[in-house]
């Protein structure tokens, strides 16, 4: 209990991790009203980034408004603001409220006694020349509108081009990186062409989607035979797969964008999509935490930072070490997720001076979708042990595991109201 006999309790960051945190610490301090919780984040909504690229080619439902989750949690607070520093030593974070009609650049600090750091990670263009300035990404739900949009325009536009060359630089799509999101995006968009070109009458067959990836496969977490049947989904819906290709840049010229790469000559497109990396933001190296690959702060087993007792770190943020392969545990949100719990359940026995419990990951299987009625991937049961699958009942186990998430988010809402 700090001076002003109160405890502070601030978690930075509503995506997968910060969520399932919120929702059970919520629920857990319900009756200790002199614990104060509070939630930041840039954004009113709590965004469903794994389904961000079905919004970049159709609608779709990707946010679920925090307000509805917390407008019955008297004891949570919750700040809209962009963190801007984290000071560890001082134990506070300063946010940035942005411009307003009254106010230019506001800047608040907020104090706390524990924090949760569960900011996720952005784009990493590895500074490839011309990269980040000409390249869409697909991190935001505006990345997802704003690619849905110049997509479509694309398509109108060659409807009344004259040129063939012209033509097929308008109807070619290149997507870096064939990992998850390259590979779901490029199956979800390459899925709305014959749409889009009967809308426009355009030829089928003359949109082009191209996947260039620099390892020698795509999806690097699936075996060997999954990939192959994947690649195979994909070429059937007209992908080229481009592996053993390295991204050098991209420039502009005579009002188009050329894709320079190795081996290869540069490839004429309007839409260039980059997905292949992602690193954590700068906050975390520049608090002075020990940080790793990627940016992600190191944690222990129990998920605080090393050095400062009560500050944890979940999700893509933290570099947590698997400790039954001594490997990282990777950037995905079924991790995030039981990150989120575990550190709810670890402050509230920090809260009740009890030993804090330490994470083991779950690896609960692996889901790529590859268009609306088809995916890819591996699930373990109970007696069965690893079950692979490819075809439509992948498609609904992935469309069962994200709703899933938000069910148990309402049943921790319901279970704090007490009507569940
Ligand atoms: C298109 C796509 C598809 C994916 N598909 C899958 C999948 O099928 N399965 C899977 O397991 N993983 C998937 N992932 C990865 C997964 O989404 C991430 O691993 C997961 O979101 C990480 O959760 P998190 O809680 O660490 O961060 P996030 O869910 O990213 O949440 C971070 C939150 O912090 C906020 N924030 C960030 N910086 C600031 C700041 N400075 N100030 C204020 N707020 C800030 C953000 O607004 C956001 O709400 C996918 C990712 C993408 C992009």
Not at 222 to 236: F, I, P, Y
Not at 238 to 251: D, E
Not at 281 to 295: I, N, P, Q
Not at 404 to 418: I, Y
């Amino acid at each position: 209990m700090n001076s002003r006999n109160s405890i502070d309790i601030v978690i930075l960051g509503a995506g997968y991790g910060g969520m399932s945190c919120i929702t059970r610490l919520s629920r857990k301090f319900r009756r200790q009203s002199h614990v104060r919780i509070h939630l930041v984040d840039r954004h009113t909504y709590h965004l469903l980034e794994t389904r961000l690229h079905e919004r970049a080619v159709r609608e779709s439902e990707v946010t679920v408004p925090l307000a509805r989750f917390l407008e019955k949690r008297p004891n949570v607070t919750f700040h809209l603001g962009e963190v801007t520093r984290i000071d560890l030593e001082d134990k506070y974070v300063e946010l940035d409220f942005g411009r307003s009609d009254t106010t230019e650049g506001a800047a608040r600090r907020l104090r706390y006694d524990y924090l949760v750091i569960a900011l996720g990670s952005k784009t990493n263009f590895y500074q490839i020349p011309g990269l980040e300035e000409h390249a869409f990404q697909l991190k935001e739900l505006e990345d997802s509108e704003r690619i849905r949009t110049h997509t479509e325009r694309m398509f109108a536009i060659a409807a009344s081009e004259t040129s063939l060359n012209r033509r097929k630089e308008y109807l070619r799509v290149v997507i870096g990186g064939g990992g998850l999101t390259g590979v779901e995006l490029a199956a979800e968009m390459a899925e709305r062409f014959d749409a889009l070109s009967e809308q426009y009458h355009i030829d089928p067959a003359e949109p082009e989607m191209l996947l260039i990836e620099l390892s020698d496969r795509i999806l690097p977490s699936l075996d060997g035979r999954q990939v192959a049947r994947s690649a195979e989904a994909m070429q059937a819906l007209g992908i080229q797969i481009l592996t053993g290709t390295r991204v050098l840049g991209m420039r502009e010229e005579d009002e188009r964008l050329l894709v320079l790469r190795e081996p290869g000559d540069p490839i004429p497109t309007r839409t260039m999509i980059w997905t292949g990396g992602i690193r954590v933001t700068d906050l975390l190296r520049r608090s002075g935490a020990e940080t790793g690959a990627m940016g992600r702060v190191v944690v222990d087993q129990t998920l605080q930072l090393k050095g400062y007792p009560g500050v944890f770190a979940i999700g893509d943020n933290a570099l947590a070490v698997n400790p039954d392969t001594d490997e990282a545990v990777p950037t995905a949100a079924q991790f995030a997720l039981q990150q989120g719990y575990l550190t709810a359940d670890n402050l509230y026995r920090l809260a009740m001076e009890r030993n804090t419990k330490k994470y083991t990951p779950k690896v609960l299987g692996e889901v790529v979708s590859l268009g609306k009625h088809l995916a890819v991937g591996w699930t373990s049961l109970p007696l069965a042990g690893r079950v692979r699958f490819l075809g439509f009942l992948g498609s609904l186990i992935k469309r069962a595991i994200s709703e899933r998430h938000l069910f148990l988010l309402w049943k921790e809402r319901q279970n704090w109201t007490g009507h569940w």
